[in-house]
């Protein structure tokens, strides 16, 4: 599986972005697939995951209630929509994919995308 992020971009406080994760093969149907990001000087860091059926997602407290994950099997495309966006959400976004595994754990995933900048200003 090779995924694509885009939709990164500078944003205003309290603005919106939806981030998109192109995927190329058949098998992303089955993958769970989430979204982690990485500011700079520090880990790379669990945001949100959806399962493969579309029927459980999984959320970072800190986004909780301001971004939904979602993803359309047929386009095999995933989403973040992120709203009311925070200064402390700036960081370079990553999409990934994973067959077994722990959902909010990244090292159970063995596909990633090659990150979108998201950049919040105060």
């Known amino acids: 599986v090779q995924l694509q992020a885009s939709g990164g971009g500078l944003v205003q406080a309290g603005g919106s972005l939806r981030l998109s994760c192109a995927a190329s093969?058949?098998?992303?149907?089955?993958?769970?697939v989430a979204w982690f990001r990485q500011a700079p000087g520090k880990e790379r860091e669990f945001v949100a995951a959806?399962?493969?059926?579309?029927?459980?997602?999984y959320y970072a407290d800190s986004v909780k209630g301001r971004f939904t994950i979602s993803r359309d099997n047929a386009k095999n495309t995933m989403y973040l929509q992120m709203n009311n966006l925070k200064p402390e959400d700036t960081a370079v976004y990553y999409c990934?994919?994973?067959?077994?595994?722990?959902?909010?754990?990244?090292?159970?995933?063995?596909?990633w995308g090659q990150g979108t900048l998201v950049t919040v200003s105060s």
């Open positions: 990934a994919a994973q067959a077994v595994g722990s959902p909010t754990d990244r090292r159970s995933y063995g596909y």
């Open positions: 959806i399962s493969w059926s579309v029927s459980v997602s």
């Open positions: 093969g058949r098998a992303f149907r089955s993958y769970t």
